[in-house]
Protein backbone atom coordinates (compact mmCIF):
# COMPACT_ATOMS: atom_id res chain seq x y z
CA UNK A 1 0.00 0.00 0.00
CA UNK A 2 1.23 3.66 -0.74
CA UNK A 3 0.17 6.41 1.66
CA UNK A 4 0.88 9.66 0.77
CA UNK A 5 -0.69 13.62 2.05
CA UNK A 6 -0.05 17.04 1.46
CA UNK A 7 1.57 17.73 4.93
CA UNK A 8 4.47 15.46 3.78
CA UNK A 9 4.91 15.80 0.16
CA UNK A 10 3.55 17.53 -3.00
CA UNK A 11 2.06 16.60 -6.06
CA UNK A 12 5.10 15.95 -7.95
CA UNK A 13 6.55 14.08 -5.81
CA UNK A 14 3.41 12.23 -5.25
CA UNK A 15 3.00 11.50 -8.82
CA UNK A 16 6.40 9.85 -9.44
CA UNK A 17 5.93 7.71 -6.26
CA UNK A 18 2.69 6.66 -7.76
CA UNK A 19 4.12 5.64 -10.79
CA UNK A 20 7.05 3.32 -8.90
CA UNK A 21 4.05 1.23 -7.02
CA UNK A 22 2.27 0.61 -10.00
CA UNK A 23 5.22 -0.60 -11.67
CA UNK A 24 6.47 -2.25 -9.28
CA UNK A 25 3.34 -3.69 -7.28
CA UNK A 26 0.82 -3.97 -10.40
CA UNK A 27 2.19 -4.67 -13.67
CA UNK A 28 -0.49 -5.70 -15.83
CA UNK A 29 -1.92 -2.23 -14.93
CA UNK A 30 -1.21 1.01 -17.39
CA UNK A 31 0.98 3.02 -15.41
CA UNK A 32 0.15 5.89 -18.29
CA UNK A 33 -3.26 5.49 -17.62
CA UNK A 34 -3.27 5.15 -13.68
CA UNK A 35 -0.71 8.47 -13.26
CA UNK A 36 -2.88 10.72 -15.24
CA UNK A 37 -6.02 9.58 -12.95
CA UNK A 38 -3.70 10.84 -10.15
CA UNK A 39 -2.84 13.30 -11.73
CA UNK A 40 -6.29 14.35 -12.13
CA UNK A 41 -7.54 13.76 -8.95
CA UNK A 42 -4.75 15.69 -6.93
CA UNK A 43 -5.27 18.40 -9.47
CA UNK A 44 -8.82 18.61 -8.85
CA UNK A 45 -7.61 18.34 -4.79
CA UNK A 46 -5.41 21.42 -5.23
CA UNK A 47 -7.20 23.49 -7.14
CA UNK A 48 -10.90 22.77 -6.46
CA UNK A 49 -11.30 22.34 -2.59
CA UNK A 50 -8.95 23.99 0.69
CA UNK A 51 -7.10 22.11 2.72
CA UNK A 52 -4.64 18.81 2.86
CA UNK A 53 -5.20 15.89 0.21
CA UNK A 54 -4.70 12.15 0.81
CA UNK A 55 -3.65 10.04 -1.94
CA UNK A 56 -3.74 6.18 -0.91
CA UNK A 57 -2.91 3.17 -3.45
CA UNK A 58 -3.50 -0.57 -3.28
CA UNK A 59 -3.45 -3.28 -5.56
CA UNK A 60 -4.20 -7.21 -5.22
CA UNK A 61 -4.39 -9.98 -7.86
CA UNK A 62 -8.42 -8.66 -8.43
CA UNK A 63 -8.11 -4.51 -8.53
CA UNK A 64 -5.52 -1.51 -8.50
CA UNK A 65 -7.34 1.22 -6.21
CA UNK A 66 -6.61 4.79 -5.93
CA UNK A 67 -8.36 7.14 -3.55
CA UNK A 68 -7.69 10.80 -3.15
CA UNK A 69 -9.15 12.02 0.04
CA UNK A 70 -9.94 15.89 0.47
CA UNK A 71 -11.28 18.53 2.66
CA UNK A 72 -14.72 19.84 0.12
CA UNK A 73 -17.85 18.14 0.50
CA UNK A 74 -18.46 19.28 -2.82
CA UNK A 75 -18.89 16.33 -5.43
CA UNK A 76 -16.99 16.71 -8.72
CA UNK A 77 -19.30 18.38 -11.69
CA UNK A 78 -18.69 17.28 -15.42
CA UNK A 79 -17.54 20.49 -17.34
CA UNK A 80 -17.96 20.93 -21.16
CA UNK A 81 -14.06 20.82 -21.81
CA UNK A 82 -12.42 24.29 -22.79
CA UNK A 83 -9.61 23.31 -24.97
CA UNK A 84 -8.98 27.54 -25.57
CA UNK A 85 -8.49 28.08 -21.82
CA UNK A 86 -8.17 25.09 -20.53
CA UNK A 87 -10.08 22.72 -18.21
CA UNK A 88 -12.72 20.82 -17.95
CA UNK A 89 -11.40 17.30 -19.81
CA UNK A 90 -10.50 15.71 -16.00
CA UNK A 91 -13.14 14.49 -14.70
CA UNK A 92 -14.10 12.68 -18.11
CA UNK A 93 -10.52 11.30 -18.60
CA UNK A 94 -10.54 10.14 -15.16
CA UNK A 95 -14.19 8.30 -15.69
CA UNK A 96 -12.81 7.22 -19.41
CA UNK A 97 -9.50 5.24 -18.31
CA UNK A 98 -10.53 3.63 -14.54
CA UNK A 99 -12.59 0.81 -14.33
CA UNK A 100 -15.02 2.37 -12.15
CA UNK A 101 -15.21 5.79 -10.19
CA UNK A 102 -17.04 6.44 -6.91
CA UNK A 103 -16.93 9.48 -4.85
CA UNK A 104 -18.11 9.26 -0.78
CA UNK A 105 -18.70 12.02 0.98
CA UNK A 106 -17.69 11.45 4.77
CA UNK A 107 -17.12 13.74 7.72
CA UNK A 108 -14.21 15.24 6.66
CA UNK A 109 -15.04 16.04 3.40
CA UNK A 110 -14.99 13.21 0.56
CA UNK A 111 -12.81 10.42 -1.05
CA UNK A 112 -12.84 9.90 -4.81
CA UNK A 113 -11.87 6.30 -5.45
CA UNK A 114 -10.36 5.00 -9.10
CA UNK A 115 -10.69 0.99 -9.70
CA UNK A 116 -9.03 -0.97 -12.48
CA UNK A 117 -9.73 -4.46 -12.77
CA UNK A 118 -7.14 -6.72 -14.85
CA UNK A 119 -9.67 -8.71 -15.80
CA UNK A 120 -11.57 -5.75 -17.41
CA UNK A 121 -8.44 -4.55 -18.84
CA UNK A 122 -7.22 -7.71 -20.85
CA UNK A 123 -11.07 -7.90 -22.35
CA UNK A 124 -10.21 -4.31 -23.63
CA UNK A 125 -7.03 -5.18 -24.80
Known amino acids: ???LD???TNTALA???ARRFVQARCPW???NDVLLVV???LGNAVRHTEGAWLLRMSCRREALVVEVHDGSSSLPVPRAGDAQNGGGF???IVQELASSVT???HGAGKAVQ???HPALRARAA
Request: no cysteine; proline share 4%; hydrophobic share 50%.
Open 1 to 3: MLV
Open 6 to 8: SSR
Open 15 to 17: RRA
Open 29 to 31: ADA
Open 39 to 41: SEL
Open 90 to 92: GWG
Open 103 to 105: VRP
Open 114 to 116: AVW
